[in-house]
């Protein structure tokens, strides 16, 4: 039987917690122990079984396997449960980032605004009415614990991070946000026993990598700081699942194209801003050369991706690390000639910068057999498909941005 530390969590949670030595099972034989922090019964209602909760109450001196645990003291302990109730709490974390805008209006439909808790270090730029914004800053392990207990969260989708251009020229920024933050949000995982989404990337991989149908395993010696803390993320996400019984869950997006919210400092920007340089202005200086290929998905299939691997049952998961996901693969020119097709007078110069080199250290290719096979991952969105869709969405957003600014003046 699976125990847990109880928490300071439910509709009892204004009972002190009284932290005891491990309960040691007084048969010779058995050499079980219950490593728990109980509840004071005196105060308490011990009848009160919740078994919509997360955690199930019970008498230590009912519990079925505890015929081996003798005490007189009246103390009752918490069992994880395997009935979640719907009020508990869904968290993301860098919700106002790229993906994080995204996901949070797909998880707002599914389960309602006030079962998901949106927070960041900022506000987005784009704010949706009736939704509030938390302040959460990953790197402090108190704010995390804090809110993860007082809304009772049980599901974590851990985005809050530094990308790879920004955590280029912010090494020790990256490593703090990305390392201790992702360290923090599954200790915490452990302590409360929240299921984890959190995202890698392409840049686990460097020059020692196979360029063409990247294998799920193979090297990860990349040459970034963003490229080491997500190699560090992942084998942090391996270690709590194996050691902890964490339900972390990971895939290693690509360059990921969208059109909600701009993005945050990656080295494949240049894909999101070619689509608004191309409405708004009809030319775009690209900063990396024609020929530079990078494997790259629509925001929707990220976001499909996300929610397809949350929803697998645990026992088809065979990756502990992070899955290798695609969808397909583009280089700018190709970019520039797909959106040409439906913007005939669009120009795209190309200007490298020190993107260049990072973008040059990256896979042409993923293979993403093992999600394929596992949760059934399979993307919707082909090249031409995604420049209809996000043309559409980007002339939309650009004439509504010339309206305001008409308005204002
Ligand atoms: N967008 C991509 O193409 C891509 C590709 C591969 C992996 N990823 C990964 O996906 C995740 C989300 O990426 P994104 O594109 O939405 O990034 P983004 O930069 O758009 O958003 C990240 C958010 O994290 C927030 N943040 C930064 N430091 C924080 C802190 N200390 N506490 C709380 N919030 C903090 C930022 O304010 C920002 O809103 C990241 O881990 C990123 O590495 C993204």
Redesign the pocket.
């Known amino acids: 039987m699976e125990y847990g530390y109880a928490q300071k969590r439910t509709k009892t949670s204004s009972l002190p917690i009284t932290p005891v030595p491990a309960l040691r099972c007084s048969s010779e034989s058995c050499r079980d122990t219950l490593n728990l922090a109980v509840y004071k019964t005196s105060t308490y209602n011990a009848k009160n079984w919740d078994l919509h909760s997360k955690w199930v109450d019970v008498n230590i001196q009912s519990i079925p396997v505890t015929g081996c645990f003798r005490t007189e003291m009246p103390f009752i302990f918490r069992l994880p449960c395997n009935a979640r109730k719907h009020g508990l709490m869904i968290l993301i ?8 805008v995204d996901l949070a209006d797909v998880l707002v439909e599914r389960h309602g605004d006030d079962q998901v808790l949106v ?4 506000i ?1 730029e784009l704010q949706r009415s009736g939704r509030s914004y938390d302040v ?4 402090y392990m108190e704010s995390v614990e804090k809110i993860i207990q007082a809304h009772d969260v049980h599901t974590i989708f851990h ?6 251009a ?1 955590g280029e020229r912010h090494p020790e920024l990256a490593w ?3 390392v201790n ?1 992702v360290r923090n949000i599954l200790e915490a995982a452990r302590r409360f026993d929240c299921k984890v989404f ?6 686990v991989f460097g020059p020692t990598t196979p360029k063409d149908d990247t294998p799920q395993e193979t090297v990860t010696e990349p040459g970034t700081m ?1 490229g080491a803390t ?1 190699v560090t993320g992942e084998l942090l996400c391996k270690f709590h699942a194996t050691h902890h019984g964490v339900d972390v869950r990971s895939v ?5 194209v969208s059109h909600s ?6 080295t ?1 920007d240049w894909a999101v801003d070619m689509f608004f340089e191309a409405v708004r202005n009809g030319r775009y200086e690209c900063f990396v050369t024609e020929d530079t290929r990078l494997p790259m998905m629509y925001m929707p299939d990220a976001v499909k991706s996300v929610l397809d691997l949350m929803d697998a049952p645990n026992t088809s998961l065979t990756v502990r690390t992070s899955y290798n996901i695609a969808a397909f693969s583009f280089s700018a020119g190709e970019l520039a000639s797909a959106l040409k097709k439906y913007v005939p007078a669009f120009e795209c110069t190309y200007a490298p910068d020190y993107r260049q080199e990072i973008a040059n250290s990256w896979p042409l290719s993923i293979n993403d057999e093992r999600a394929r096979r596992d949760w059934q991952w399979m993307p919707e969105y082909d090249l031409d498909a995604m420049v209809q869709d996000m043309l559409h969405h980007v002339r939309e957003k650009v004439a509504r941005e010339s309206a305001n600014s008409a308005d204002n003046q």
Not at 159 to 164: E, F, P, T, V
Not at 198 to 203: K, N, R, Y
């Open positions: 974390t860098g919700a106002s980032g790229q993906i994080g927070t960041d270090l900022r987005p959460l800053d990953v790197t985005l809050a991070g530094i990308l790879s920004t703090n946000v990305n933050g959190w995202p890698s990337s392409i840049a963003y997500k290693r997006f690509p360059g990921i919210a701009p993005p945050g400092g990656g494949t």
